[in-house]
């Protein structure tokens, strides 16, 4: 029998709608309302070895960022972790079974929640995902007796269909949706859009828990992410890889015509063998060309390292320089392609995180009337 502390799983309705940024601030409020919080992500897809154990990205970062697992193996945090070859071994009837993975999550439930007054369970994407190993989010936000808060992308119209799709499938599992939190809504439009999606969700008989807007700056990846993402040569400037990248351009034109686009905080790539390009972006971030522009990076492409000389210059400028041994456009397109995730040492973004659920989430609502 596990322990009946309250407990609030927090789903989606797709990947990428801020489940995570939402856990963070979420808990940064209620600790100032509860003592103790524990914190769980049954099933994870993405994995860190940690302590030993393949345990979820989410559920490290959440561990290093309140310190929930103290005195508790972090393995319970994240019971169940879905790594390669998972899927087709259950469907092959040579994994365990689903009672034996549903033992393991109420097992970790069970010690996470032990001595707490309140739980956050992190889902795994939208509602059915998990169901090919007959443990979708619905069927785990029922095992543990939760009720969800889901979380749906900015608009009108696609975040209320999403919500009534979702929904269809926890009503199906019994579980009750015990309000919508929209995210992600362009600053733009945020008024109009907050107007709109609270009279919508209102026909509906849905609570709005909260409208967040997009913040650009969570999106935004440091040029420690990009070389620890793309997996390409650090030549120099180590100490300077949280550089925040606000723009990514190609240099293979002209040097004049480059400095054109080139705007504080720009990555550059460009082929290894430009010293041109390499020697003007030297000269930009002493000052020499540009007043008030500092690049965040250079990614090189072709494999040929600069001369020591020009990588001595490079550290001197504090330029992080990446070397990549494929063509620059093929390396621009992982570059665009990583997902930025949170990372413990991102307190500018958690910060922002943690202001923004605080400002824009009714959390009182959620204290007395979820959590009751």
Do not use: W
Not at 32 to 45: C, E, H, L, T
Not at 221 to 233: A, D, L, Q, S
């Amino acid at each position: 029998m596990i322990n009946k502390p309250r407990r609030i799983f927090i789903s989606a309705t797709g990947q990428n709608a801020g489940k995570t940024t939402f856990s963070i601030g979420l808990i940064a409020a209620l600790l100032k309302r509860f003592k103790n919080i524990g914190f769980i992500k049954p099933i994870g897809q993405r994995y860190l070895m940690e302590q030993g154990f393949k345990v979820d990205e989410d559920s490290v970062l959440i561990d290093r960022i309140f310190d929930l697992s103290s005195g508790l193996s972090i393995k319970h945090l994240s019971p169940i972790a879905v790594e390669r070859g998972f899927t087709e071994k259950y469907i092959e009837g040579t994994s365990k079974s689903k009672s034996d993975y549903a033992k393991d999550i109420l097992n970790s439930f069970g010690r996470v929640a032990e001595d707490k007054d309140l739980v956050i369970i992190e889902g795994t994407g939208h509602a059915g995902v998990g169901s090919v190993f007959d443990l979708s989010n619905a069927t785990v936000a029922k095992l543990l007796d939760a009720k969800v808060i889901l979380l749906a992308p900015g608009g009108v119209g696609r975040p209320i269909d999403e919500v009534m799709l979702n929904k269809a499938l926890f009503d199906k599992e019994g579980v009750e949706l015990a309000g919508v939190v929209v995210n992600k809504v362009l600053p733009s439009k945020f008024d109009r859009i907050k107007r709109f999606i609270k009279m919508g969700f209102e026909k509906k008989a849905l609570s709005v828990l909260g409208v967040m807007p997009y913040q650009k700056r969570l999106d935004l990846p440091t040029m420690r992410e990009i070389y620890e993402e793309v997996k390409i040569k650090l030549l120099c400037g180590e100490k300077y890889l949280e550089n925040t990248v606000d723009r990514i351009l190609i240099g293979a034109m002209e040097v004049k015509e480059a400095l054109k686009y080139i705007v504080n905080k720009s990555l550059i790539i460009t082929p290894s063998d430009r010293i041109d390009m390499i020697r003007a972006m030297i000269d930009l971030q002493r000052g020499k060309i540009k007043k008030n522009c500092k690049i965040a990076g250079l990614v090189l492409s072709g494999g040929m390292e600069p001369s020591g000389d020009i990588l001595a210059l490079l550290e001197k400028q504090k330029i992080p320089t990446l070397l990549s041994g494929g063509d620059t456009y093929s390396i621009a397109a992982k570059i665009h392609s990583i997902k930025v995730k949170i990372k413990p040492e991102d307190k500018n973004k958690i910060d922002i995180i943690m202001k923004m659920v605080s400002r824009y989430v009714d959390v009182d609502r959620i204290v007395e009337n979820i959590i009751g």
